[in-house]
């Protein structure tokens, strides 16, 4: 009888004793060892040490099985405990991560995690064209963005008109889901969990929608934990469109205070706006940081903006100036840094006012307004320099027309290591023509001559050669003749360059 529980027990204790139990063949030698130590008869010994076996057994398989009630303890605690880490990481993303995309994803990534759910999507509503557009969607390989409209079909749609949380057990069975989507995106959707993102004021801003939760429908836990992370994204939002709008505002600002310079004097209108341009192209060739290039773009627009002090007499004089008159136009870098060091730059463009100022600065310390000398300038204030004696020298002013080409190059190419540092003039030769004339020919208005296009593959350097006298390889025939024509076009008849 003994013996025959024990084997009635041994298919149930397997899958407790995996690797750890022994074999018929194993157990053998025990069962048949008798014990030394008593007189009894042999069948009852027998009976007594498989009696001892099957208690062992049985202490072993309360063990693994209090092992495995305990490990499924722990993984209820683990899956209890994951929403928690998952906002952990989710706060710290925030405290490191100041980018709205990565934070986001970083956000999405997190709910994927803490919901047990196959993707997420935060759309974000364009308050203009009153359409929801997929800021960050997981899974849209090869699919930028999706665009719907915000009265249109669908759950998105729905939950933004409504403002209400949507819960979907069943997708296909649910006339709120748009399979259209899923046609689009070769998805197959189940369920869905879509939350509205409001504003502080309670206006609608955006959606947050989940799909697919493994294992069964959306609970009202991820309810839960999904408008939480929804409130938390929608904060992110309108704080990143708040800093987008005041960034437009200072940028349209800033631009329009470089305009009234140029306002004041026709004849040299645009020259702010076509220095930054000269600039930037520089900047970007000489491998200038992102950060540094907007401080070039502010710089390089308002670096004239202290014209504003010099009498109108002086400024608009034809001809040249006298060593007094000439004393007042110099003294327009020092007002530029005075009135632009009251303007509350953020810290990212605080060094716009000192660029600007520095560009009449000359690398051997011989320009104005404070003598600085080689790497004292700003670096890019150098930039500025080669842009603002180029674009002088090829604009129209009131009292002459553009300078011949030639003497233009000789200028800077004279002034390298004196007047401008070598490397900003080599880079400047360097830039394709067709990107040079492009910006010389906007001081014409809108109407680019469209045979520009065959300056692209001809350097700045190679076309002067071109137009001093070098004779042209395969390809250059005629691009002096264009460009004289490009260049001097419009002049009136009686114009003579200067020598
Ligand atoms: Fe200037």
Redo the contacts with the bound molecule.
């Keep these: 009888m003994g013996s025959g529980k024990a084997r009635a027990t041994d298919s149930s204790k397997t899958k407790y004793l995996k690797g750890t139990r022994k074999t018929d063949t194993e157990l053998k030698p025990e069962i048949a060892a008798p014990s030394q130590s008593h007189c009894e008869s042999p069948d009852k010994e027998r009976e007594q040490n498989l009696r001892q076996i099957e208690s062992d057994l049985n202490k072993r398989e309360v063990g693994l099985i209090e092992r495995e009630i305990k490990s499924l303890r722990l993984q209820e605690e683990l899956d209890r405990l994951r929403p928690l880490s998952g906002l952990y990481r989710v706060v710290r993303a925030m405290a490191t991560e100041r980018r709205l995309d990565s934070l986001l994803e970083v956000i999405t990534r997190e709910t994927q995690m803490m919901l047990k759910c196959d993707r997420c999507s935060v759309w974000v509503l364009d308050a203009v064209s009153g359409d929801l557009w997929t800021q960050v969607a997981q899974g849209l390989v090869g699919h930028h963005t999706i665009q719907i409209p915000m009265n249109g079909k669908g759950t998105a749609s729905e939950c933004a008109r409504s403002k209400s949380v949507i819960n979907i057990p069943d997708a296909y069975a649910d006339p709120r889901f748009d399979s259209e989507v899923d046609k689009h995106t070769g998805y197959h959707t189940k369920t869905i969990l879509c939350v509205p993102m409001l504003d502080r004021s309670g206006s609608i801003i955006g959606v947050f929608q989940v799909l697919n939760k493994v294992g069964g429908p959306f609970t009202s836990e991820d309810e839960d934990w999904l408008q939480g992370l929804a409130a938390v994204s929608a904060g992110l939002i309108e704080q990143a469109q708040a800093y987008i709008e005041i960034e437009r505002f200072a940028e349209k600002t800033l631009e329009t205070l470089a305009q009234t310079i140029d306002k004041r004097d026709p004849l040299t209108a645009g020259h702010s706006m076509r220095v930054t341009k000269y600039s930037l192209l520089i900047g970007q060739t000489m491998a200038v940081h992102e950060n540094d290039l907007d401080v070039l773009r502010y710089s390089a627009l308002l ?2 903006y ?2 504003i002090g010099v009498p109108e007499n002086i400024l608009w004089k034809p001809g040249r100036l006298d060593p007094d008159e000439y004393e007042k136009v110099k003294k ?2 020092s007002y ?1 840094y005075e009135l632009l060091i009251n303007l509350p730059f953020t810290k990212r463009l605080a060094a716009v006012p000192y660029v600007a100022s520095c ?2 600065e000359k690398i051997d310390g011989s320009g104005y307004y404070r003598g600085l000398k080689g790497d004292e300038i700003p670096f890019l204030a150098r930039v500025i320099a080669v842009a ?1 004696v180029f674009d002088a020298l090829t604009s129209v002013r009131h009292y002459r027309n553009r300078m011949p080409i030639e003497k233009v190059s000789e200028i800077m190419l004279s002034g390298r290591d004196n007047h401008f540092e070598a490397a900003c003039v080599d880079i400047f030769y360097q830039l394709p023509s067709s990107n040079i004339l492009r910006i010389m020919e906007s001081e014409r208005g809108q109407n680019i001559p469209s045979e520009i296009d065959v300056f692209q593959d001809v350097s700045w350097r190679r076309l002067i050669e071109l137009l001093c006298g070098s004779h042209p390889k395969r390809g250059e025939d005629g691009l002096k003749e264009t460009f004289e024509r490009i260049y001097n076009a419009g002049l009136p008849a009686d114009y003579k360059p200067l020598d």
């Design positions: 670096h004239d202290g014209k327009h870098a530029t560009h009449h603002d």
